[in-house]
């Protein structure tokens, strides 16, 4: 069915608003008028606007705002990722999603959703994920040792906050994976792996973009330290261009970590990093270490120089600036 469907759009968007007749587009697609019928009004049924006149045929007015399969895949330059989407209205969680389906599908499908209900940041903490912005989970199975499957993580910081820049914005990647405006935070990224003794099975990274919300959209506590794309641009964002640009870009940095060392991705990401040269105080479920980001390892973690002039590094935990000091 999708595949007719996306040739019917297709022949509908090249004639640029002239009618197609339901003859024309089945001996095209080598199927009947009536079915032809079937599958307009199940378009129709989607949000597809589409007039259509006994005589002349069918009219394509307008596309629905929605993260479809078909819209993304047309015109998508990738590749590897996107070519499997699976797409839902609601769900509790697209990561959950990925991890259940994860074995049996191949790299780089999608699981994307509109809106979730039990979305899961970093830290177990909760994500608030209304509809307007783009919450997807890809799934990678890039043959790597654990340890390096965290890197993951920045290739996808890195990848989104160029094409957050690509729109005019000065994104900045907060460690270890928050993408800022205006050191307001737009977009977080959960990566989570299966692995055995020497490789990992799969990889999901989790993105969570706010795009078109209003701020009204994010709960009050969070409200202060949050931004959409839509508040910083002052318009509208195509989603779907949006995150055709995102996926080819990504693809490009996954190509870039499959395939060279990984100190050109540290580099680019340090250099958008609005962590490295601040005080930051790092709070881990054992301790808390104060002092001033000074570097990064292949690894992700936080180099922070102490006040006795001692190095450590820290892999995870909750970063906060220190602006007193
Ligand atoms: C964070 O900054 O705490 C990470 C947030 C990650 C949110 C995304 S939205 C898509 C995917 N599904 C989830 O449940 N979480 C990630």
Redesign the pocket.
Known sequence: MGDKRSQIIKALKEAKGSPVSGEELGSRLGISRTMIWKYIKSLQADGYEIDSSPKRGYILKSVPQLLYPEEIQMGLKTTLLGKKIHYFEELS????TAKEIALSEEEGALVIAEM?K??????G?E?V?PQGGI???IILKPGVPLTHASRLTLVAGLAVANVIRDLGLDARIKWP??VRVMGR?VC???TEAKAEVDRVDYVIV???INVNMDLKDIPEPLREGSTTLKVELGRHVRRVRFLQDLLFEFEQQYINFKTQPFSQILNDWMALSDTIGREVKVTTPSRIIEGKAVGMTSDGALVIKKSDNTKEEVIAGRCVYEYSK
Do not use: A, E, V, Y
């Not at 969680?93 to 959950?96: A, K």
């Open positions: 969680s697209t990561n959950s979730q039990g979305g899961r940041g970093r830290l903490r994500w994920s919450w997807m989970s994976n928050d935070k977080g990224i959960l989790g993105i969570g």
